[in-house]
């Protein structure tokens, strides 16, 4: 049986994260983080963020500190 | 107007300082070392007769009639072979040239039919021409010998015929199809009086290499070659200088019309993008816009399974700003959104976004630029500082080496690709970066010193490998980098990793390493090396990536900043460039500032009198998701297919399907229009006042020559709707909105109709700093300061080969057509052209018993439809490749949700298919993929 689509949101915001891969961890959460903030519509980052508050299996680890950047009140 | 005669020296310019003094008839002229005699008359103001000489082509000095008298010389010079010397007397005008030229015409008139006052080219006839200024009075030979009036008219083309018997056998057809075009197509057959203009080997035009780009035509100083237009309309009476509406090299062009009827188009001289140079979809099919298919009135159905019914543009107009309040009444102000479309001009671009985001409130406006150069924009910005090509298209005239990565400019861009292969016969050397062996790669006079045959999908691993050579090699231009860049240090730690060596990646690529070293060594070692590059980089899974590795590699090697260097995106559609200059992208306002930026907004703000939303808005792909969720309820679409070119076909007609409202503006009923509810009629470039901004940043006027066929122009409809949702949005005329953009916009500050009218065009940035524009970028620093190197990881895509789907789908152009096909299609193109085919690789054809002709099913996990096959070995075996310009086949109905990861741009480039045999050749391939209900 095919596996259920992965929700669009998430798929893009692994997508991002594999490209800081490289990078230390806390780095590449920054990284993703201020990409997401200024490329994504605040509903697809609340999306994202709700997901990952409630441990959406699908997220990368990366992604997941990167959603928790996005949570925080902006600086 | 009257119709418009450019000058024609005789011969071409020649570079450099005006050092040499001749006298001609008595008048002093200065000119540049090595011009002819024949030009620099023409330059003081002398015309000398002439037929086989035109000043877009090399002397040739057949005709004899521009024979000319030297002081000092003996005989009579042809004054077109003839290069001035300093202190040289000629004389263009003495009794004897009188007389041999009067002896040249009458050989020429003694074997050409006399049929003047019924020729097409009866007006515009060199020939004609030269009888009269030579006095011809006679012709002593009769016209009862040897002759070749009975010769035969090729009428195979479907746009021009070649009348044999009218030929003087003057070469120029030949030597324009070499020296301008570069296909070498024609030549001459045969000696003596039986010398003739032969196609390829003695066949039709259309049986020859011809790709109609209508030089032959153009060089014509008879009616020999004739366009059919002529023929059937008579001599045009007035010509108004425009933009072509195709690809992104934005060639100029003469409309020559009859009244209001358009004749022909003819490459204007004076275009700085072509410089009198046209293809076969620029010259000839311009039909589409007076076609019977074109729908001229709005029309408005309740259910898209209920018949349309044609209203008035107030009840159109009405119904759609009632319809966007109310949806946003009940679902929210985000719950709207708008598309904008690269075929339509600088100002309806500028119009539509404004009217999302200021009249629907909302920063949900996105472009078709998203699935193609979205990435170029994110790349080059990450490294460069903005989204735009580096170089002029002229720059590719001081190219020592080209490097061209995911490109077919014979097809996509053919007038600029005649400039690279003119270089290239000069002796440039070329780099071929491409899955497939397109036409560059070797043809007449071409052929590529690397063809890196790299498998779809792994360009990141390619570009870093070459730059690990430039690297590790001591190939970096050390002293251009520490003086212009930044974050090199890291960058070449990075890329100095084992894991980017030619041998570590040529079992990723496919590439042989001693291949790839050596076109590194060329690219680096070249004095200038240019990189050109299209779809093939940026419509992957790591598109922005792509870039960025191309922009280091080119920073690394100091190929950054003059004449012939440089990175350069040959763009898709005519205003690509300009629609995302505009503020098409959610996240940008016009000239690529963010929407987060205080100050910025505030211009908008006050001008437009509304607030603007801080945050960035859908792009396409999230506005299907959030239609097909629920969140996202309504759409105007500007000038845009994309049922048809959007990928995964299924996904897209879901996310149509579940939206409440959906407007569409285009010239013709399309695929999208099956999923509308409300139909805008557009007009066709002939009747658009704007402008248009091709791939070199360089701003043309796009001129109507009739007033709009629907009554309307786009950005008035534009404008009205917005002023119905309660928005006051107003311009008088194109030009305001010009002004607008100019007064909002700092790299358009300097830009108005009135300067495109004085000066033809202008390339950004083009403001108090540079008043003219600008040619070349980065000349003395990046537009971001320091040139920013980025690490550029190669990750893979996801989508991979399986034993279900075990073959890789790539897609592509052809010369004829053009992208959708909406406009290609319903002209004479389709001669060369009427469907979509397979190429595969013979070996993965006769492992599944499918010869040459067949149809066959083209599955992927998400979709499958059917085309006829062609058997090539251009593919790699286990790639195959498909052009979109049909409906009926609906390449994208098999390719997926892939995109980039920087910017979402499709990953058109890398699909897993599997090709079956389905039916015997002689049957049609069936009309398969994702429709509405009700529609078929």
């Known amino acids: 049986m095919a596996p259920p689509p992965v929700a669009a949101h998430v798929r893009l915001a692994n997508d991002i994260a594999a490209q800081f891969r490289h990078r230390d961890p806390a780095a590449a959460a920054a990284e993703i983080a201020a990409h997401i903030r200024a490329f994504w519509d605040p509903r697809m980052r609340a999306r994202l963020i709700e997901d990952a508050e409630a441990g959406h299996g699908g997220l990368d680890p990366l992604t997941v500190s990167a959603a928790a950047l996005l949570a925080a009140p902006a600086r | 107007m009257t119709l418009i005669k450019e000058p024609d020296h005789g011969t071409p310019a020649r570079p450099g300082e005006a050092t040499v003094a001749v006298e001609i008839d008595g008048t002093e002229v200065l000119v540049p070392e090595g011009t002819s005699v024949m030009r620099a008359a023409s330059e003081a103001g002398i015309d000398i007769p002439r037929l086989c000489a035109t000043d877009s082509l090399e002397a040739f000095g057949s005709c004899r009639l521009c024979l000319v008298d030297i002081d000092g010389r003996k005989g009579t010079p042809a004054s077109c072979t003839t290069p001035v010397t300093p202190g040289m007397k000629v004389r263009t005008q003495t009794p004897e040239l009188a007389g041999l030229r009067r002896g040249v015409m009458e050989l020429y008139i003694s074997d050409h039919p006399l049929d003047c006052l019924t020729c097409p080219a009866n007006g515009d006839c060199e020939l004609q021409d030269m009888a009269g200024v030579v006095g011809l009075r006679e012709v002593r030979y009769g016209f009862d010998g040897e002759n070749h009036l009975d010769e035969?008219?090729?009428?195979?083309?479907?746009?021009?015929?070649?009348?044999?018997?009218?030929?003087?056998?003057?070469?120029?057809?030949?030597?324009?199809?070499?020296?301008?075009?570069?296909?070498?197509?024609?030549?001459?057959?045969?000696?003596?009086?039986?010398?003739?203009?032969?196609?390829?080997?003695?066949?039709?035009?259309?049986?020859?290499?011809?790709?109609?780009?209508?030089?032959?035509?153009?060089?014509?100083?008879?009616?020999?070659?004739?366009?059919?237009?002529?023929?059937?309309?008579?001599?045009?009476?007035?010509?108004?200088?425009?933009?072509?509406?195709?690809?992104?090299?934005?060639?100029?062009?003469?409309?020559?019309?009859?009244?209001?009827?358009?004749?022909?188009?003819?490459?204007?001289?004076?275009?700085?993008?072509?410089?009198?140079?046209?293809?076969?979809?620029?010259?000839?099919?311009?039909?589409?816009?007076s076609h019977p298919d074109r729908q001229l009135k709005p029309m408005v159905r309740e259910r898209i399974t209920d018949p349309w019914h044609e209203v008035g543009w107030e009840e159109a107009i009405g119904h759609v700003a009632r319809r966007m309040l109310d949806i946003q009444a009940r679902h929210g102000a985000g719950a709207i959104g708008g598309i904008t479309s690269s075929r339509c001009t600088n100002e309806e671009v500028y119009a539509v976004q404004k009217m999302v985001r200021a009249a629907f409130g909302n920063n949900n406006v996105d472009t078709c630029a998203r699935v193609c150069h979205s990435p170029t924009g994110y790349g080059l910005k990450q490294t460069y500082g903005t989204s735009a090509g580096t170089q002029d298209f002229k720059s590719v005239a001081k190219a020592d080496v080209i490097l061209v990565i995911g490109a077919n400019p014979t097809d996509g861009h053919p007038v600029f690709?005649?400039?690279?292969?003119?270089?290239?016969?000069?002796?440039?050397?070329?780099?071929?970066?491409?899955?497939?062996?397109?036409?560059?790669?070797?043809?007449?006079?071409?052929?590529?010193?690397?063809?890196?045959?790299?498998?779809?999908?792994?360009?990141?691993?390619?570009?870093?490998?070459?730059?690990?050579?430039?690297?590790?090699?001591?190939?970096?231009?050390?002293?251009?980098?520490?003086?212009?860049?930044?974050?090199?240090?890291?960058?070449?730690?990075?890329?100095?990793?084992?894991?980017?060596?030619?041998?570590?990646?040529?079992?990723?690529?496919?590439?042989?390493?001693?291949?790839?070293?050596?076109?590194?060594?060329l690219y680096a070692g070249a004095p200038n090396a240019a990189i050109y590059y299209g779809l093939g980089v940026t419509e992957h899974s790591q598109g922005s990536t792509m870039v960025m590795g191309m922009a280091n590699l080119a920073m690394a090697t100091g190929n950054i900043g003059r004449e012939g260097v440089g990175v350069n995106p040959l763009r898709g559609q005519n205003n690509v460039q300009g629609s995302c200059d505009m503020g098409s992208f959610?996240?940008?306002?016009?000239?690529?500032?963010?929407?987060?930026?205080?100050?910025?907004?505030?211009?908008?703000?006050?001008?437009?009198?509304?607030?603007?939303?801080?945050?960035?808005?859908l792009r396409i792909p999230n506005m299907f998701d959030s239609a097909v969720d629920g969140t996202f309820r309504a759409l105007f679409v500007h000038g845009e297919d994309i049922a048809q070119s959007d990928p995964n076909t299924?996904?897209?007609?879901?996310?149509?399907?579940?939206?409440?409202?959906?407007?569409?503006?285009?010239?013709?009923?399309?695929?999208?229009?099956?999923?509308?509810?409300?139909?805008?009629?557009?007009?066709?470039?002939?009747?658009?006042?704007?402008?248009?901004?091709?791939?070199?940043?360089?701003?043309?006027?796009?001129?109507?020559?009739?007033?709009?066929?629907?009554?309307?122009?786009?950005?008035?409809?534009?404008?009205?709707?917005?002023?119905?949702?309660?928005?006051?949005?107003?311009?008088?005329?194109?030009?305001?909105?010009?002004?607008?953009?100019?007064?909002?916009?700092?790299?358009?500050?300097?830009?108005?109709?009135?300067?495109?009218?004085?000066?033809?065009?202008?390339?950004w940035p083009c403001n108090d700093n540079a008043p003219e524009g600008t040619p070349i970028m980065h000349v003395d620093g990046f537009v971001r300061g320091r040139g920013r190197f980025v690490?550029?990881?190669?990750?893979?895509?996801?989508?991979?080969?399986?034993?279900?789907?075990?073959?890789?789908?790539?897609?592509?152009?052809?010369?004829?057509?053009?992208?959708?096909?909406?406009?290609?299609?319903?002209?004479?193109?389709?001669?060369?052209?009427?469907?979509?085919?397979?190429?595969?690789?013979?070996?993965?054809?006769?492992?599944?018993?499918?010869?040459?002709?067949?149809?066959?099913?083209?599955?992927?996990?998400?979709?499958?439809?059917?085309?006829?096959?062609?058997?090539?070995?251009?593919?790699?075996?286990?790639?195959?490749?498909?052009?979109?310009?049909?409906?009926?086949?609906?390449?994208?109905?098999?390719?997926?949700?892939?995109?980039?990861?920087?910017?979402?741009?499709?990953?058109?480039?890398?699909?897993?298919?599997q090709v079956a045999l389905k039916r015997p050749p002689a049957a049609e391939p069936a009309a398969t993929g994702p429709v509405a209900a009700g529609e078929r």
């Open chain 2, 152 to 289: 035969p008219t090729d009428s195979s083309n479907p746009y021009f015929d070649f009348d044999a018997s009218k030929c003087i056998s003057c070469s120029r057809c030949v030597r324009a199809c070499g020296e301008v075009q570069g296909t070498f197509a024609l030549t001459i057959e045969g000696r003596g009086f039986a010398s003739k203009v032969a196609a390829g080997a003695g066949g039709s035009f259309m049986e020859s290499d011809c790709v109609s780009c209508g030089a032959c035509v153009q060089a014509c100083p008879t009616s020999t070659l004739q366009e059919r237009s002529v023929v059937e309309l008579g001599m045009p009476t007035r010509s108004v200088v425009t933009t072509c509406a195709y690809c992104g090299v934005g060639c100029s062009f003469k409309a020559e019309l009859r009244g209001d009827e358009v004749v022909r188009m003819v490459p204007y001289k004076d275009g700085g993008a072509n410089e009198g140079h046209s293809c076969v979809k620029g010259r000839f099919a311009f039909g589409y816009a």
């Open chain 2, 417 to 521: 690709a005649s400039r690279m292969k003119r270089r290239l016969r000069q002796g440039a050397r070329l780099i071929v970066a491409d899955p497939r062996r397109i036409d560059l790669v070797r043809s007449p006079h071409v052929e590529a010193a690397h063809h890196l045959q790299l498998a779809p999908g792994t360009n990141v691993a390619l570009v870093n490998a070459l730059a690990h050579v430039v690297v590790t090699e001591g190939l970096v231009d050390r002293a251009f980098v520490a003086e212009r860049c930044e974050d090199f240090e890291a960058w070449e730690r990075f890329i100095a990793r084992p894991e980017h060596s030619p041998e570590a990646v040529a079992g990723i690529t496919g590439v042989p390493a001693e291949e790839l070293r050596a076109a590194a060594r």
């Open chain 2, 586 to 617: 959610p996240h940008e306002l016009p000239g690529y500032r963010h929407v987060s930026d205080d100050a910025v907004r505030s211009v908008f703000e006050t001008l437009w009198g509304r607030t603007l939303q801080p945050e960035p808005g």
């Open chain 2, 650 to 763: 299924r996904h897209v007609t879901a996310a149509l399907s579940a939206m409440e409202l959906v407007v569409v503006q285009d010239l013709f009923l399309n695929e999208t229009s099956k999923f509308a509810h409300v139909f805008l009629p557009g007009t066709s470039f002939l009747e658009k006042d704007g402008t248009f901004t091709n791939a070199e940043r360089r701003i043309n006027r796009v001129r109507p020559v009739m007033a709009p066929r629907t009554g309307k122009h786009e950005w008035q409809i534009v404008c009205e709707i917005a002023q119905a949702m309660g928005y006051p949005m107003k311009w008088d005329d194109a030009s305001q909105i010009m002004d607008e953009i100019a007064m909002t916009t700092p790299t358009f500050a300097g830009v108005s109709f009135g300067k495109l009218d004085r000066v033809g065009s202008v390339q």
């Open chain 2, 791 to 913: 690490e550029t990881v190669y990750v893979p895509t996801e989508e991979r080969s399986t034993r279900r789907f075990p073959l890789i789908l790539t897609t592509g152009r052809i010369l004829s057509q053009y992208n959708v096909g909406a406009q290609t299609r319903r002209t004479g193109n389709v001669a060369w052209h009427p469907e979509d085919v397979l190429e595969l690789h013979p070996h993965d054809a006769e492992v599944r018993g499918i010869r040459d002709g067949d149809t066959v099913a083209l599955a992927s996990r998400v979709g499958e439809t059917s085309l006829r096959a062609r058997i090539d070995d251009r593919m790699p075996v286990g790639v195959v490749y498909t052009t979109f310009h049909h409906p009926a086949t609906g390449a994208n109905v098999v390719t997926t949700e892939h995109s980039d990861w920087a910017t979402n741009c499709p990953e058109y480039k890398v699909t897993a298919v």
